[in-house]
């Protein structure tokens, strides 16, 4: 069966640098669509980044583009997310997903497969 575990998150000061990542497992994941969604306290899931398996192609959420970094480790089938300036604002629990190879908005949630039981990353102001 898929297993996504997540893990790297903790408390940094805002301006400071986080790197989560999502040991992935259970399948050979070519192609795969990865994710990164957060869910903050009283707010809606929303998506954070993805990638696919290959890393030919990368997607990021307008809130984070430019300071959040998403990658593939192909020997060691784990994805990252490398988390730079980051604000209060980006306190979250962050969820791995993945989502077998198909056409298909990789932006909703509802269209993954495979969900991790996430981590949680607190910045303080």
């Known amino acids: 069966q898929v297993q996504l575990v997540e893990s790297g998150g903790g408390l940094v000061q805002a301006g400071g640098s986080l790197r989560l990542s999502c040991a992935a497992s259970?399948?050979?994941?070519?192609?795969?669509?990865m994710g990164w969604f957060r869910q903050a306290p009283g707010k809606e899931r929303e998506f954070v980044a993805a990638?696919?398996?290959?890393?030919?192609?990368?997607y990021y959420a307008d809130s984070v583009k430019g300071r959040f970094t998403i990658s593939v480790d192909n020997a060691k089938n784990t994805v990252y997310l490398l988390m730079n300036s980051l604000k209060p604002e980006d306190t979250a629990v962050y969820y791995c997903?993945?989502?077998?190879?198909?056409?298909?908005?990789?932006?909703?949630?509802?269209?993954?497969?495979?969900w991790g039981q996430g981590t949680q990353v607190t910045v303080s102001s």
């Open positions: 990638i696919v398996w290959s890393g030919r192609s990368s």
């Open positions: 259970g399948r050979t994941f070519n192609n795969y669509v």
């Open positions: 997903a993945a989502r077998v190879p198909r056409p298909g908005t990789v932006v909703l949630g509802e269209s993954y497969d495979y």
